[in-house]
């Protein structure tokens, strides 16, 4: 598209929609064509081609991914059809005990003793628990979906490491862009590989961090009548940037001692958990903006940040709370 003669303007259905009735497609096009002509038309965001192959790739890992996880859910079913209990005493049915397993089911292994000395001595779980959890009646139909399933999840392995090398091959112009997102606490070099393809290292695209965020979807819609506000829902956005701000954002609020883990406990307590982790996902995104445009790193402004800007308010609301519980308090400023 960026090769061609013309400009591209690709336009928000809902902004220039008709009004209803004696609908056409000509009547539609002539609609546009004469809002275009008018500049009534806001060019809706179009990445460049380089984005725009980065995003196809690390969309299609994302998908490839999650069939991945349809395969290892099937495996678990299968097993449990064969009364084979894996699941509940190993925490990855996939992982190194959890294979060799498997394996060995497929292969015709049917004693719960020999399948239980097969687990690592770093699972939890001792080898009564494994042996009983192995204790099943594993039939030739099940071997025959195990190995399917098996063979199903080493090809989507494979292709997904084809797909990180084609990423690595052409990060190159990301590169930067990429380091600076990786020093948000809870975004690993996945997340910001996958932020960066979906929005793009060009932040003069948006006026503010404001319009990134409504562009992304993560902030409350407006939707207000006679003075009430009848919704703050967000609005469905991509599901690709969404996710993956959220999954970081989940991250971050794990992440000790940091200003995202301080925000996000502040609005749980208010709002919940949901809300709370959503305003996270803001912030994140609002700080890369501003890292991008500005080309500078993360600062984090600390857990206190919250306490040192208002200390007259957090001052009040421990005195009333301490009131509540039915003390009286006289504060008295510590001599220097």
């Not at 975004?187 to 929005?199: D, F, P, R, W, Y």
Request: hydrophobic residues 40%; charged residues 25%; contains cysteine.
């Amino acid at each position: 598209m960026s090769d061609s003669d013309f400009e591209l303007v690709l336009a928000n259905a809902a902004h220039v929609k008709n009004v209803p009735g004696r609908k056409t497609d000509v009547k539609d096009a002539d609609w546009v064509a004469d809002l275009l002509a008018h500049g009534l038309i806001r060019a809706s965001f179009v990445p460049d081609s380089q984005t725009q192959e980065m995003r196809t790739l690390l969309r299609t890992r994302k998908q490839l991914v999650r069939e991945k996880s349809s395969h290892i859910l099937r495996i678990q079913k299968t097993l449990e059809d064969a009364n084979i209990k894996l699941d509940s005493v190993i925490s990855d049915v996939m992982g190194l005990s959890g294979r060799k397993m498997i394996e060995a089911l497929i292969a015709g292994e049917r004693s719960p003793s020999k399948l239980a000395r097969l687990a690592d001595h770093r699972v939890r779980a001792s080898q009564g628990t494994l042996r009983e959890a192995l204790h099943g009646h594993v039939k030739e139909h099940h071997r025959f979906l195990l190995r399917l399933h098996l063979n199903q999840i080493d090809a989507l392995d494979a292709a997904i490491a084809e797909i990180d090398a084609q990423v690595e091959a052409g990060i190159a112009p990301f590169r930067n862009a990429v380091e600076q997102v990786t020093s948000i606490p809870g975004v690993k070099n996945l997340g910001a590989q996958t932020i960066i393809s979906e929005i793009g290292i060009d932040m003069n695209r948006f006026a503010t961090d404001a319009n990134l965020i409504s562009w992304a979807s993560i902030c409350p819609r407006s939707d207000e009548s006679a003075g009430k506000r009848r919704s703050t829902r967000i609005r469905k956005g991509s599901p690709w940037l969404k996710t993956t701000l959220v999954q970081c954002a989940w991250a971050a609020a794990r992440t000790k001692g940091s200003y995202l883990q301080a925000q996000f406990h502040r609005i749980r307590a208010r709002r919940g958990p949901k809300k709370a982790i959503i305003a996270v996902a803001a912030s994140i995104l609002t700080a890369i903006y501003h890292m991008l445009k500005d080309g500078t790193m993360y600062h984090d402004l600390g857990p206190n940040y919250f306490d040192s800007r208002s200390k007259e308010r957090q001052k009040n609301r421990l005195v009333k709370r301490l009131a509540d519980l039915g003390y009286a308090v006289e504060l008295a400023p510590l001599a220097s």
